[in-house]
T-cell receptor
Framework: EDKVVQSPLSLVVHEGDTVTLNCSYE??????LLWYKQEKKAPTFLFML????IEKKSGRLSSILDKKELSSILNITATQTGDSAIYLC???????????FGKGTLLTVNP | GAVVSQHPSRVICKSGTSVKIECRSL??????MFWYRQFPKQSLMLMAT?????????EQGVEKDKFLINHASLTLSTLTVTSAHPEDSSFYIC?????????FGPGTRLTVT
């Protein structure tokens, strides 16, 4: 059975701090690893990673995949209160690219 | 872009009735659509994979007779929650696959009273 584990499950930081969120996986026929941000509605897409060791960046967010360790990290630098959300890691596997989600990391950024 | 819509966004129904939720890919054709359920403070759980023109594949523990899925065209999949009960109250989210990526709908919040 495919499995995705995220850590920590929750994190409270102050504005300006840098955070690192972790995701590890066991998936049959790995296709890609994805990061999403979820506030009150459906998840919004952040990154899709398919190749090991290549960092993807978008503003203060960056992510990298390690296929040898079966893991990925999501970094957020200079956090802002608007970064407060649940960050979901998902892995796509199989011919249908079916997504298996982790439980998410609840990030709270205090002013 | 790749836009997926869901309708309705919110529905309240009485116990024992059926509710239909629509998922549409607006600007692309999706051979595969997925239905997820998310309970409060929990992650998304895949319910079923829906391929156009064939029967849906349900995940373990999801009752196929209770959650009817129809993928009649390349742009529309529907989920019908039959004989809904309060424990079916949840956030239902669909996604549509385009090539290697999935695009999520905005979700439907179902409340069964």
């Amino acid at each position: 059975e495919d499995k995705v584990v995220q850590s920590p499950l929750s994190l409270v930081v102050h504005e300006g701090d840098t955070v690192t969120l972790n995701c590890s996986y066991e998936v049959t026929n790995f296709r890609s690893l994805l990061w999403y941000k979820q506030e009150k509605k459906a998840p919004t897409f952040l990154f899709m990673l398919t190749s090991s060791g290549i960092e993807k960046k978008s503003g203060r967010l960056s992510s990298i995949l390690d296929k040898k360790e079966l893991s990925s990290i999501l970094n957020i630098t200079a956090t802002q209160t608007g970064d407060s959300a649940i960050y979901l890691c998902a892995v796509a596997g199989g011919s249908n690219y079916k997504l298996t989600f982790g439980k998410g990391t609840l990030l709270t950024v205090n002013p | 872009g790749a836009v997926v819509s869901q309708h309705p966004s919110r529905v309240i129904c009485k116990s024992g009735t059926s509710v239909k939720i629509e998922c549409r890919s607006l600007d692309f054709q999706a051979t595969t659509m997925f239905w997820y359920r998310q309970f409060p403070k929990q992650s998304l759980m895949l319910m079923a994979t829906s391929n156009e023109g064939s029967k849906a594949t349900y995940e373990q523990g999801v009752e196929k007779d209770k959650f009817l899925i129809n993928h009649a065209s390349l742009t529309l999949s529907t989920l019908t929650v039959t004989s809904a009960h309060p424990e079916d109250s949840s956030f239902y989210i669909c996604s549509a696959r385009k090539d290697t990526e999935q695009y999520f709908g905005p979700g439907t919040r179902l409340t069964v009273t």
